[in-house]
């Protein structure tokens, strides 16, 4: 089973700042099948990026994501009031699909 | 636009059996593969496995022993059964889609808390 370590815990940021959250893969992931969601409190997740960098639909360009084999990055070039919440890395390159802990981006 | 919404019962007494179903609407369960996922209260995600829509599974080594997953095209759902539930079974459970076996999950349930308790 692939272990994902997501870091920072927390992140405490201001509106307009950037944010970088990091996913470490206990092995390599997959032809870096690896996707970043969003879930705010009572919601479920939302699919942001798949395939390490490419952005789903209707996802603003502020997200970006990065990194093959065990590091990957997901990018948020400017919070907005809205991209405050909990994000998750999740493979699904090998069986089982796992996720990391979550990362919460919190407003300092 | 595809829609998923789970249904079942919200309260499950310890070691009986959760049952849970999913319907998918806007959109046809053929041809795509369909997963179950749980988030404990104040947790993270744990995917519980998936099936195609041909009825095909894969489930979690950790939870393959008390799980299945079945499938009904002509009511365009799928469920799931857990045996011998514990309080540490007690989640938010969604159920959710991915277009390939391996790919990400796209469209999600909204997710049904049931509580594991005598």
């Known amino acids: 089973e692939i272990v994902l370590t997501q870091s920072p815990g927390t992140l405490s940021l201001s509106p307009g700042e950037r944010a970088t959250l990091s996913c470490r893969a206990s092995q390599s992931v997959s032809s870096s099948y690896l996707a970043w969601y969003q879930q705010k409190p009572g919601q479920a997740p939302r699919l942001l990026l798949y395939d390490a960098s490419s952005r789903a639909t209707g996802i603003p360009d502020r997200f970006s994501g990065s990194g093959s084999g065990t590091d990957f990055t997901l990018t948020i070039s400017r919070l907005e009031p809205e991209d405050f919440a909990v994000y998750y890395c999740?493979?699904?390159?090998?069986?089982?699909?796992?996720f990391g802990q979550g990362t919460k981006v919190e407003i300092k | 636009q595809v829609q998923l919404q789970e249904s079942g019962p919200g309260l499950v007494k310890p070691s009986e059996t959760l049952s849970l179903t999913c319907t998918v609407s806007?959109?046809?369960?053929?041809?795509?593969?369909w997963s179950w996922i749980r988030q404990p209260p104040g947790k993270g995600l744990e995917w519980i496995g998936y099936?195609?829509?041909?009825?095909?599974?894969n489930y979690n080594p950790s939870l393959r022993s008390r799980v299945t997953i079945s499938v009904d095209t002509s009511k365009n759902q799928f469920s799931l059964k857990l045996s011998s539930v514990t309080a540490a079974d007690t989640a938010v459970y969604y159920c959710a889609r991915h277009p390939h076996r391996s790919s990400a999950i796209d469209y999600w349930g909204q997710g049904t808390l049931v509580t594991v308790s005598s």
């Open positions: 806007g959109g046809s369960i053929s041809s795509y593969y």
């Open positions: 999740h493979q699904y390159g090998s069986s089982p699909r796992t």
């Open positions: 099936i195609y829509y041909s009825g095909s599974a």
